[in-house]
């Protein structure tokens, strides 16, 4: 099955102070993780982020911005243009704030994909919508949320056959690899 790669890095990082996907970790970006733990999995990985940005990628990276009109309305926006922009069976996604991400959860995640929508992940009760694998079903499903005004991930994949997936049952470091840095600190 046809996986495609994407990494949402194109917020504004308000709380954070600068574009988190640039910040670093053990000496790589954060985008830079993102992708890198979802290249066992992916035929492709491609970031959806901003278009001030786009020289600050490396250059063999492929990054997308939002397709229009959906320009800057948050990640169901970015998932929608990466399935526009880049047809594929299913989407493995993942934000770029997860700098203690590791390949072999997502390859654990990707083996649970059976019949479901959503497959996504749920840590110590937390909710982690966008550490999911989409499959390319819900392409028109979330084309009509956007156009509706509707841009919350959650109440998207409330409306469709969703699995979560227990955290311990991909890492026993649930709450390093699932923690989101929203500040610098």
């Avoid at 994407?6 to 830079?32: C, H, N, T, W």
């Avoid at 069976?89 to 700098?99: F, G, I």
């Avoid at 956007?146 to 997936?165: A, D, P, R």
Wanted: hydrophobic share 40%; net charge negative.
């Amino acid at each position: 099955m046809n996986t495609l790669g994407i990494v949402l890095a194109g917020g504004l990082s308000s709380r954070y102070g600068s574009p988190k996907a640039f910040a670093q970790a053990d000496g790589m970006a954060y985008y830079e993780i993102a992708v890198h733990a979802l290249k066992g999995i992916c035929s492709q990985v491609i970031i959806v982020g901003r278009e001030e940005h786009r020289e600050c990628y490396h250059p063999e990276m492929s990054m997308v911005t939002d397709v229009e009109p959906f320009r800057g309305c948050g990640p169901l926006a970015g998932i929608y243009s990466a399935m526009t922009i880049s047809p594929a069976s299913r989407y493995a996604v993942l934000p770029c704030d997860m700098p203690n991400m590791r390949p072999e959860v997502m390859e654990t995640l990707v083996k649970y994909c059976a019949d479901e929508d959503v497959i996504a992940v749920q840590a110590d009760g937390v909710y982690h919508p966008l550490v999911a694998i989409f499959d390319q079903r819900l392409k028109s499903a979330i084309r009509q949320s956007l156009e509706h005004g509707q841009y919350s991930v959650m109440k998207l994949l409330k409306q469709v056959k969703t699995t979560w997936i227990q955290a311990n049952e991909l890492t026993v470091n649930t709450e390093l690899v699932f923690r989101n840095m929203n500040t610098p600190g």
